[in-house]
């Protein structure tokens, strides 16, 4: 399985992105995600599993189920939209609250076997260099902590640039 994640508008996605495969699992903005309050109740209450009640309290293990997750964001900043961050914080299950030495950094420890690789667009028509060297250094970080496979960066100014890409 594959996710992609999404601040797109509904229309958008579905003229840069024709023909969606049954095996992507596509999420977006539709009003109803909470954010994460920080009580770490997914590592220490109810393991693996968010104790806010919504669609997105199954990120983690939805995680361990990817081969590849793709994230498509405005970039803010040199980091993700509002939307996105807030998928990600909400992901945390998927990592276990203790820690290894990984790459000579402290990590936490995985809590699945599986290794996605993570794929991330960025668009905007006024990101800057220092922008794009922010966000590089931060999806190589975001990739380190989740143990991917690997990961790829792509910045786009528009979303006709996004048509053709492969997710």
């Keep these: 399985m594959n996710i992609l994640i999404h601040d797109l ?29 920080g009580c770490f109740g997914c590592w220490v209450k109810t393991p693996a599993v968010c104790i806010i009640r919504d669609s997105y309290g199954d990120m983690g293990e939805m995680l361990s189920k990817s081969d590849k997750v793709t994230l498509v964001s405005k970039c803010y900043y040199g980091g993700f939209s509002p939307f996105i961050k807030n998928v990600i914080d909400r992901s945390i299950s998927y990592l276990h609250p203790y820690f290894e030495i990984r790459n000579e950094e402290m990590h936490h420890k995985n809590r699945y076997e599986n290794h996605f690789v993570l794929q991330v667009i960025f668009y905007g028509d006024t990101i800057t260099d220092e922008e794009k060297q922010t966000a590089a250094n931060f999806v190589k970080a975001i990739s380190v902590n989740l143990d991917c496979r690997g990961h790829e ?15």
């Excluded at 960066?153 to 997710?167: D, K, P, Q, S």
């Design 153 to 167: 960066i792509t910045f786009v100014n528009n979303l006709a640039e996004m048509e053709g890409l492969t997710i």
């Design 9 to 37: 508008e509904k229309d958008d996605i579905s003229s840069i992105i024709p023909g969606l495969s049954d095996d992507l699992r596509i999420i977006s903005e539709d009003g109803s995600i909470k954010n994460c309050i």
